[in-house]
């Protein structure tokens, strides 16, 4: 499985920004898709998640500015961040965990990453 994000870059704040994942190698049936950030100095942490249905699932830690989509034909995901803040800034990590729904979000159990993409917010 080959996860290669793209996207990030550096926004205003108040600024919106669209990112995407694309994946390969795999069969999309059976892999629950995510999306994890690192900031400077702090562990990895989920966002979001969404299962081989289609039905998304968020991490306790988002407060709504987050917004997981998949587009099975173009083997894509996407996460859509709006009201960008400086504290947004890190590394965003696409990954992929077996068995086809999101039923954890513990870094160590997810089954392969993208190298991530960097996003800046900064004025």
């Known amino acids: 499985v080959t996860l290669v994000e793209s996207g990030g870059t550096l926004v205003q704040p108040g600024g919106s920004l669209r990112l995407s994942c694309v994946a390969s190698g795999y069969r999309a049936r059976t892999y629950c898709l995510g999306w994890f950030r690192q900031v400077s100095g702090n562990e990895r942490e989920a966002i979001a998640g969404?299962?081989?249905?289609?039905?998304?699932r968020y991490s306790n830690n988002v407060k709504g500015r987050f917004t997981i989509s998949k587009d099975n034909a173009q083997n894509t995901l996407y996460l859509q961040i709006d009201n960008l803040q400086p504290e947004d800034s890190g590394t965003y990590y696409c990954?992929?965990?077996?068995?086809?729904?999101?039923?954890?979000?513990?870094?160590?159990?997810?089954?392969?990453w993208g190298r991530g993409t960097q996003v800046t917010v900064s004025s």
């Open positions: 969404v299962y081989t249905n289609g039905t998304t």
């Open positions: 990954a992929a965990l077996g068995g086809g729904y999101c039923y954890t979000f513990t870094v160590a159990y997810w089954d392969f």
